[in-house]
């Protein structure tokens, strides 16, 4: 697994902390508005443009359990480090689960996030990374906090230790980054898949994905994993042979900038890869391995079921 520093790079790529109430499940961080929502005024929408303005420069930002909502089993815990796109607007245009959206309320304005990643252990501030207190989320409750003394010594505690990525928290459909800072007050950028943007972008990440060096690191991997096979990650098929496998990566990197490592790739028979790519919804948004395995396999048990008729 990648350490905190090896994604982050360094403590000048990180904005600062924000205090939340829970771990990611939607691709977002939200804020309070501090305007008048119904006129969607420049007040409205401050804390979420602040954040994508200094994504700009420090698109990481670490969340540490805090503030009314959260339950005491995550209070002080440090969560997640995430990255922030420079993509803001209002929530209700990014959320998709209702339950959530209803929750979310108090916070009717968002940036987007491109990645996610859980911090090994979920640390506790004072009992586990050495801090006094709690003020390093002072004014972090609806905005981002950058204290230098605490940000520095949360570096030092944090940069050797493992961040595994959430890919169970799905991007949104067809989202790509725009690398700047872009208000979406209701429908966020994405590109169409059968636009000649988007297969331009489709051309670009194939040609990516096929990068002999890369994939050859990620298949000896999954064979020292398998005890000398390599094996499919979606229906398992497995061989010595490594030319019979392709490394896919499971978030595009057309999608935008994003820090790639062996786990961001899934070894892939030629048939699952497609079915990956060919069988979602849209060009930037391949299916998630859980998928995939449940529709190989669907399709597998259909085909016995047929045969044994």
């Not at 008048?36 to 700009?56: C, P, S």
């Not at 990255?83 to 339950?99: I, L, P, Q």
């Amino acid at each position: 697994m990648p350490t905190f520093e090896e994604v982050s790079g360094s403590l000048d790529q990180i904005m600062g902390v924000k205090a939340v109430w829970g771990r990611s499940s939607e691709p977002v961080m939200c804020f309070g508005s501090r305007g008048d929502e119904a006129l969607k005024n420049a007040g409205h929408f401050q804390q979420a443009r602040a954040t994508a303005e200094k994504a700009v420069l420090r698109p990481y930002l670490v969340t540490i359990g805090g503030g009314a909502e959260v339950g005491k089993e995550l209070r002080g815990r440090v969560l997640e480090l995430v990255r922030v796109t420079g993509v803001y607007g209002e929530t209700k245009a990014f959320v998709r689960d209702s339950a959530l959206m209803a929750r979310l309320a108090q916070w009717p304005v968002a940036v987007v996030l491109s990645e996610v990643y859980r911090i090994a252990s979920e640390p506790r501030l004072i009992e586990d990374l050495g801090f006094a207190d709690k003020n390093i989320l002072n004014n972090a409750y609806d905005g981002v906090r950058r204290d230098e003394p605490s940000m520095e010594q949360l570096w030092e505690a944090l940069r050797s230790v493992e961040v595994t990525r959430r890919w169970d928290v799905e991007a949104l459909p067809g989202f790509r980054d725009p690398g700047r800072v872009q208000l979406c007050s209701s429908l966020y950028p994405n590109v169409p898949a059968g636009s000649s943007e988007g297969k331009r972008i489709r051309k670009e990440m194939v040609d990516k994905e096929r990068d002999p060096k890369l994939a050859r690191a990620v298949k000896e991997i999954n064979r020292a994993r398998n005890g000398g096979v390599i094996v499919c990650e979606g229906c398992d098929f497995s061989d010595e042979s490594g030319a019979l496998f392709d490394a896919h990566h499971r978030d595009p990197l057309g999608k935008g900038p994003r820090w790639s490592c062996p786990e961001s790739f899934a070894v892939l028979c030629p048939t699952c890869h497609r079915w990956c790519h060919h069988k979602a919804a849209d060009v930037l948004q391949p299916l998630a391995i859980p998928a995939l395995r449940a529709a190989r396999w669907s399709a597998v048990s259909s085909v016995a079921s047929d045969l044994a008729r």
